[in-house]
């Protein structure tokens, strides 16, 4: 009976401590994340305020450099593509032309010889 007892007490104790663990787990995990989520813990913050918040924009910019240099090179490109493109439909319009126009004259005359012979 007495060690019957004593391991209710020993139970008893064991869930009080247990319930008091969870408790102050929980109230602590709550602080933790309340913590967290403030400004105070904020990545941006915390590199702007270390040594590496100069060096951390200073990649930035200059990965913003590099995009727009590289952006830069292609619509130079690009633009040369588009010019080269324009000057040889130019061109080939030109030539349509002159065809055409040598056509029509070759057509008018043998036009006009067939009259003349009919006539």
């Known amino acids: 009976m007495f060690k019957n007892k004593t391991m209710n007490l020993f139970d008893e104790k064991i869930r009080e401590r247990k319930i008091i663990y ?4 929980k109230k602590e995990l709550e602080s933790l994340n309340t913590k967290i989520k403030s400004d105070k ?8 305020k270390s040594g590496f918040g100069n060096v951390y924009h200073d990649l930035l910019d200059s990965k913003d450099k590099l995009s727009s240099e590289y952006q830069s090179k292609y619509n130079q490109a690009y633009h040369s593509i588009d010019v080269e493109l324009y000057k040889l439909n130019k061109r080939i319009d030109r030539e349509t ?23």
């Open 97 to 119: 032309k002159s065809i055409n126009y040598r056509y029509n004259n070759k057509k008018e005359k043998v036009y006009d010889q067939v009259l003349s012979k009919i006539m």
């Open 22 to 25: 969870d408790e102050l787990l």
């Open 41 to 48: 813990y904020d990545v941006n913050k915390m590199i702007t």
